[in-house]
């Protein structure tokens, strides 16, 4: 499909290129009520996805978890179908698999190719998640790999935000950790709380989160329906490449310097993690 309009105004456009790639900022989104990011639509698709692309699990999880919370027992059908009472929050990964949702991310990300390429180089690694969460549920403290802008379709909710990069709210060893397969699920102390920076979106607003930025999310008084459209960049994978290479020395005994944010390259770490990763795969 191909929207007859933009969907990002030329307004949105203009501030998405002044702040991107390291800038958090509200944009503005025409998407609006799309018959397939209603309810019974998302079920279905929730129905039909592979397992390893559900996740779902309690509303009224705290701020700070340690590790995967366990699953609700009743279907994620169920869930989403009666969302408003379900007490839940759910997501739907890389929906992309589904031709109809792979064409609203290629529309979309396309309106932007120009000014993210322009700073970041080639889109790499395109994916689409929505998120369906029931009334004041919270998404925990965490980060996520990619360049990410999440678009409010239904209900509201407030993101909390945290510097990218810096240890103090998320620990080098985690990084680490989560880039040679841990978790990305981080620590929550209270004191923390003054570091960060408050978003509220509702309806036809989105929000960019830069890469491996710390956040959680608390949604509003009303069930919520997010569509995040995500992406890498040479750039993205190159940082975490070095995170992963820095884990390495530090389990020999090194304590190496963290990774510098952009435009830094991470290039000598990156290269030094890929080559370590394919003599891994021959031996």
């Known amino acids: 499909m191909t929207f007859a309009a933009p969907m990002f105004p030329a307004a949105a456009r203009a501030a998405f290129a002044a702040h991107y790639p390291e800038v958090p900022h509200v944009l503005s989104h025409d998407l609006g009520h799309h018959p397939l990011f209603e309810l019974e639509a998302l ?4 129905e ?40 839940s ?16 991310l290629h529309d979309l990300l396309e309106e932007l190719r120009p000014q993210i390429e322009a700073r970041t180089g080639a889109m790499m690694m395109t994916q689409a998640f929505v998120f369906v969460s029931s009334p004041n549920a919270v998404t925990p403290y965490h980060f996520d790999p990619e360049h990410n802008i999440l678009l409010q379709l239904r209900g509201a909710k407030t993101m909390t935000q945290f510097p990218a990069g810096d240890a103090a709210y998320a620990p080098d060893e985690v990084h680490e950790g989560y880039h040679t397969g841990g978790a990305r699920e981080l620590a929550w102390r209270e004191e923390l709380a003054r570091g960060g920076r408050e978003f509220r979106i509702g309806p036809g607003q989105a929000l ?13 008084p009303e069930p919520s329906i997010s569509l995040s459209i995500t992406w890498r960049s040479e750039w993205s994978f190159a940082e975490a490449d070095a995170r992963a290479f820095n884990g390495v020395l530090r389990r020999i005994g090194f304590k190496p310097r963290s990774t510098g944010r952009w435009p830094a390259r991470n290039l000598a770490k990156a290269y030094g993690w890929r080559l370590l990763r394919k003599l891994r795969r021959r031996s």
């Open 43 to 46: 079920a279905q698709l929730a």
């Open 48 to 87: 039909a996805l592979p397992e390893a692309s559900i996740e779902y699990n309690r509303g009224d999880l705290p701020i700070g978890v340690d590790g995967k919370p366990e699953r609700p027992a009743i279907s994620i059908g169920e869930t989403i179908r009666g969302i408003a009472e379900t007490g």
């Open 89 to 104: 929050w759910a997501v739907l990964k890389n929906i992309e698999q589904n031709p109809l949702y792979a064409a609203i």
């Open 208 to 220: 960019f989160v830069p890469v491996m930025a710390p956040h959680f999310v608390r949604n509003g």
